[in-house]
C-alpha cells in the first residue's frame, strides 16, 4: 500500500472540471518535496503531466494544473476531454523509506 | 526525438533469471539518470532501480534488493535490468524511463519507454 493516497475514481462529463487529489504526510508531501502527476492512457506507457507541483512540460495542454498545500496535492483537469479518460498517478518521494521515489494509488478518470 | 526501447521480457520460471534492455536514442545518454520502473498486471506503478548518469550510484527498492542490478553502457546507450531469483510476484510490464534535469525533490520521469512484460510462472 502506498504512502500516497489517490481516490480510486473521479468521472465527469465532457466540459467539466475534475479534481485529483494526492494524499501524503509530514514524511513525504508536508515535507516539502514536490509533487509530480503522470497520465497513463490504456495500454500505454506513463507520461509526464505536471512536474515540481504545478509546471507543465510542453506539449501538455494548459486544462491540466496542479496544486500543493500541506500535506496533499491535487490535478485539476478542466474542460474534461473524452480523449482525458486514463489512469492518473502522483508521485513524490518519502524520507521514511528507503525506496527514493513513491507513487500515489492511482485514480482512473472516466468521463461520462 | 527522445526514444527508449525496452527488451528481454518473457516467460521465466521461478527462481530464474532474466536481463532486460533499455536502448535509447536522441539525447545525450551519459548525462542523465535513468530507472526501472514496473506495473504489475491491473495494478499501480511501483519505482525498482535507479542509476546514476555515470554508473556508479545506484538504488534500488526494498522488494527488488539483493536479486535485481541495474547498470548501464554509456559507449552503448543502453540501461539493464538483470533480475536474479526471481519470483511470481515480479511478473509485471517493465518500463525504464528517464531523468529530466531537474533542481528540485525529487527529479521526475520525462521519458518512458513501451515496457516490455515479464512473467514468472511455472
Known amino acids: 500500500q502506498s504512502v500516497l493516497t489517490q481516490p480510486p475514481s473521479v468521472s465527469g462529463a465532457p466540459g467539466q472540471r475534475v479534481t485529483i487529489s494526492c494524499t501524503g504526510s509530514?514524511?513525504?508531501?508536508?515535507?516539502?518535496?514536490?509533487v509530480h502527476w503522470y497520465q497513463q492512457l490504456p495500454g500505454i506507457a506513463p507520461k509526464l503531466l505536471i512536474y515540481?507541483?504545478?509546471n507543465r512540460p510542453s506539449g501538455v495542454p494548459d486544462r491540466f494544473s496542479g496544486s500543493k498545500s500541506g500535506t496533499s496535492a491535487s490535478l485539476a483537469i478542466t474542460g474534461l476531454q473524452a480523449e482525458d479518460e486514463a489512469d492518473y498517478y502522483c508521485?513524490?518521494?518519502?524520507?521514511?523509506?528507503?525506496?527514493?521515489?513513491?507513487f500515489g494509488t492511482g485514480t482512473k478518470v472516466t468521463v461520462l | 526525438q527522445v526514444q527508449l526501447v525496452e527488451s528481454g521480457g518473457g516467460v521465466v520460471q521461478p527462481g530464474g533469471s532474466l536481463r532486460l534492455s533499455c536502448a535509447a536514442s536522441?539525447?545525450?545518454?551519459?548525462?542523465?539518470?535513468m530507472h526501472w520502473v514496473r506495473q504489475a498486471p491491473g495494478k499501480g506503478l511501483e519505482w525498482v532501480a535507479f542509476?546514476?548518469?555515470?554508473?556508479?550510484?545506484?538504488n534500488y527498492a526494498d522488494s527488488v534488493k539483493g536479486r535485481f542490478t541495474i547498470s548501464r553502457d554509456n559507449s552503448k546507450n543502453t540501461l539493464y535490468l538483470q533480475m536474479n531469483s526471481l519470483r511470481a510476484e515480479d511478473t509485471a510490464v517493465y518500463y525504464c524511463?528517464?531523468?529530466?534535469?531537474?533542481?528540485?525533490?525529487?527529479?521526475?520521469?520525462?521519458?518512458w519507454g513501451q515496457g516490455t512484460l515479464v512473467t514468472v510462472s511455472s
Open positions: 536522441g539525447f545525450i545518454f551519459s548525462t542523465y539518470g
Open positions: 508521485q513524490s518521494y518519502d524520507n521514511s523509506l528507503s525506496a527514493l521515489y513513491v
Open positions: 524511463a528517464k531523468d529530466l534535469h531537474y533542481g528540485g525533490n525529487p527529479i521526475p520521469f520525462d521519458y
Open positions: 509530514s514524511s513525504n508531501i508536508g515535507a516539502g518535496y514536490d
Open positions: 515540481g507541483n504545478s
Open positions: 542509476i546514476r548518469y555515470h554508473g556508479s550510484n545506484k
